[in-house]
């Protein structure tokens, strides 16, 4: 159990679009997801938190406007990266939180290259 | 200001050997502190995770080791194998919520 997955595993877009990266929890529901940044060979950055129903919370230094959150249903979160720009590009990870358990999941994560 | 810091950036080890990871943390009210194996291109992925009204927490051959009074824990591996091979993170929080986590340490067990 407790299995959250994330669609698409790689990207590859221009400079200028937008990419959709989707989060789900697929045998759990997950009142809260966490959206994480990671360079190369760094640690986890938390970009936001957000909660179903309700607008996500940044993390101070993330623009809110370029990475849009949406946490539509229990089971499905969405990071939109706007305009993206090269120094977008890096491993996006999303979690969610198993209320039965306390605890928090990972994804496998979403490697965005911005060309 | 990081929240928690973790030792060392990089361990290598033979086969059958035991690495010792530690992490300190600042925060008192932190009352979850899990461990995450990662592998290459892949998300991180709950190895273990104890909370503050232990002492000690076995699963297989993973043990994390947990020191309140010093705000100190540790992950042992016992009989590591090459597979063990990957990036570690600790990380403290309060379950349920963002976690704050460690810079990682790069695991090599060689055969």
């Known amino acids: 159990g407790a299995v959250v997955s994330q669609h698409p595993s790689r990207v590859i877009c221009k400079s200028g679009t937008s990419v959709k990266i989707e989060c789900r929890s697929l045998?759990?529901?997950?009142?809260?997801m966490f959206w994480y940044r990671q360079f190369p060979k760094q640690s986890l950055m938390l970009m936001a938190t957000s909660n179903e129903g309700s607008k996500a919370t940044y993390e101070q230094g993330v623009e809110k406007d370029k990475f849009l959150i949406n946490h539509a249903s229990l089971t499905l979160s969405t990071l939109t990266v706007t305009s993206a720009h090269p120094e977008d590009s890096s491993f996006y990870i999303c979690?969610?939180?198993?209320?039965?358990?306390?605890?928090?999941?990972f994804g496998p994560g979403t490697r965005l290259t911005v060309l | 200001q990081q929240q928690v810091k973790q030792s060392p950036q990089s361990l290598i080890v033979q086969k059958g050997g035991i690495p010792i990871i530690n992490c300190a943390y600042e925060?008192?009210?932190?009352?979850?502190f899990p461990w995450y194996q990662q592998f290459p291109g892949k998300g991180p992925a709950l190895l273990i995770a104890i909370r503050p009204d232990v002492s000690e927490k076995k699963e297989g051959r993973f043990t994390i080791s947990f020191n309140k009074s010093a705000k100190q824990f540790s992950l042992h591996i016992m009989d590591s194998q090459p597979g063990d091979s990957a990036t570690y993170f600790c990380?403290?929080?309060?379950?349920?919520?963002?976690?704050?986590f460690g810079k990682g340490t790069s695991l090599l067990v060689t055969p």
């Open positions: 979690s969610a939180r198993d209320g039965s358990y306390n605890e928090q999941f």
């Open positions: 990380a403290a929080g309060h379950s349920g919520y963002a976690l704050n």
């Open positions: 925060n008192t009210a932190f009352d979850y």
């Open positions: 045998d759990f529901q997950a009142t809260t």
